[in-house]
């Protein structure tokens, strides 16, 4: 059914509804390559018909006074845009955005937004694009609002489990099934850290040591995510160049990293940019709770707040 109630606007009453999860990226040694899509938490987004244009209607939840409503400055505006674009799409879209991702957290906030907007457009096109396709299309968001292109959170926010991109041009990922027993804890201290300031402290160059490091450990790394290796894939969080170039824009780092080994983590390593510090655990063996517990009154003693919690991995975008 359409009806004419918004500016004027040709609107049809069927909304559709889509989660957009965080995502970790990085992984240690595979910067801009490796992620992986978490449980939770999620942004859900509310996507219709209308007859032409992107208007954001609402944006509700985490850091929503900071995030643009102009469909051109926000991520699943842009993303949503691209797709209709590439489909040659007659028709606009009202979209309501509900973030239950942080924004500059590090968990691929902006990410999950881009990735929720192309998906939710995609289905409005009948998906005809192909998945690569809507990755770059969530991509061109992340590039525009983060000033550098990088797929390594849309890719496992639209394509679920872990996944790893082979090249950007042309674009090409695979998606792997993370081992049932691998579980993720999320600290979240209370500082805010955007992806565009966080790329500009990074090295232009690195030594070939360090290739050599980074390619050893991020082999071994997609290996033992396909073989359930825990202990070789915590031994494969390794990054020589990207998580050393970042560690004083994140207060505590290093002392949570060493709080989660000390607990018995697998691995203990900054999520993307930051400040998100993630810790793998074998929930075979643990809850995660205490590593959890810990790194979060770590802050709170140092005057810092800090939200933490237990999660695993996910599948990816969905509509519900
Ligand atoms: N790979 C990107 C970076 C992810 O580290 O800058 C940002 O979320």
Same mark, same amino acid.
């Given at each position: 059914?359409?009806?004419?109630?918004? *500016?004027?606007?040709?609107?049809?009453?069927?909304?559709?509804?889509?989660?957009?999860?965080?995502?970790?990226? *990085?992984?240690?040694?595979?910067?801009?390559?490796?992620?992986?899509?978490?449980?939770?938490?999620?942004?859900?987004?509310?996507?219709?018909?209308?007859?032409?244009?992107? =208007?954001?209607?609402? =944006?509700?939840?985490?850091?929503?006074?900071?995030? @643009?409503?102009?469909?051109?400055? *926000?991520?699943?505006?842009?993303?949503?845009?691209?797709? #209709?674009?590439?489909?040659?799409?007659?028709?606009?879209?009202?979209?309501?955005?509900?973030?239950?991702?942080? @924004?500059?957290?590090?968990?691929?906030?902006?990410? $999950?937004?881009?990735?929720?907007?192309?998906? $939710? $457009?995609?289905? #409005?096109?009948?998906?005809?694009?192909?998945?690569? &396709?809507?990755?770059?299309?969530?991509?061109? $968001?992340? &590039?525009?609002?983060?000033?550098? #292109?990088?797929?390594? %959170?849309?890719?496992?926010?639209?394509?679920?489990?872990?996944?790893?991109?082979?090249?950007?041009?042309?674009?090409?990922?695979?998606?792997?099934?993370?081992?049932?027993?691998?579980?993720?804890?999320?600290?979240?201290?209370?500082?805010?850290?955007?992806?565009?300031?966080?790329?500009?402290?990074?090295?232009?160059?690195?030594?070939?040591?360090?290739?050599?490091?980074?390619?050893? %450990?991020?082999?071994?790394?997609?290996?033992?995510?396909?073989?359930?290796?825990?202990?070789?894939?915590?031994?494969?969080?390794?990054?020589?160049?990207?998580?050393?170039?970042?560690? *004083?824009?994140? @207060?505590?780092?290093?002392?949570? /990293?060493?709080?989660?080994?000390?607990?018995?983590?697998?691995?203990?390593?900054?999520?993307?940019?930051?400040?998100?510090?993630?810790?793998?655990?074998?929930?075979?063996?643990?809850?995660?709770? %205490?590593?959890?517990?810990? =790194?979060?009154?770590?802050?709170? &003693? %140092?005057?810092?707040?800090? /939200?933490?919690?237990?999660?695993?991995?996910? #599948?990816?975008?969905?509509?519900?």
């Amino acid at each position: 059914m359409i009806q004419s109630d918004y *500016n004027g606007v040709h609107m049809s009453e069927e909304w559709i509804k889509i989660i957009a999860p965080a995502t970790i990226s *990085n992984l240690g040694p595979g910067f801009d390559v490796f992620g992986m899509a978490l449980q939770k938490p999620f942004d859900t987004i509310m996507v219709r018909k209308i007859d032409q244009g992107i =208007i954001i209607s609402s =944006i509700e939840g985490q850091g929503a006074d900071g995030i @643009p409503r102009e469909a051109d400055l *926000n991520s699943a505006g842009i993303a949503a845009a691209e797709v #209709l674009r590439r489909c040659d799409a007659e028709f606009g879209l009202e979209m309501k955005i509900v973030k239950g991702i942080r @924004p500059c957290s590090g968990i691929g906030s902006s990410g $999950a937004s881009a990735a929720g907007g192309a998906f $939710a $457009a995609h289905v #409005l096109c009948d998906q005809v694009l192909s998945t690569m &396709e809507l990755v770059m299309c969530a991509a061109h $968001a992340e &590039e525009v609002t983060s000033g550098g #292109l990088h797929a390594d %959170n849309v890719a496992p926010c639209i394509m679920g489990g872990f996944t790893a991109i082979r090249s950007y041009q042309p674009f090409e990922a695979i998606s792997i099934q993370p081992p049932r027993n691998l579980g993720v804890v999320v600290a979240m201290p209370d500082v805010m850290v955007s992806t565009m300031e966080s790329r500009k402290v990074l090295p232009h160059e690195v030594k070939v040591s360090d290739l050599v490091f980074h390619v050893g %450990n991020a082999s071994c790394f997609v290996h033992a995510m396909q073989t359930g290796d825990l202990d070789l894939l915590g031994r494969s969080v390794r990054d020589a160049v990207f998580e050393p170039a970042r560690v *004083n824009l994140i @207060p505590y780092l290093k002392q949570a /990293e060493d709080i989660a080994m000390s607990l018995g983590a697998k691995a203990s390593f900054l999520g993307g940019s930051g400040p998100c510090v993630i810790s793998f655990i074998d929930t075979d063996m643990m809850d995660g709770q %205490n590593i959890a517990d810990s =790194i979060r009154d770590m802050y709170h &003693e %140092n005057g810092i707040g800090c /939200e933490s919690w237990v999660t695993s991995w996910g #599948l990816g975008c969905k509509r519900v």
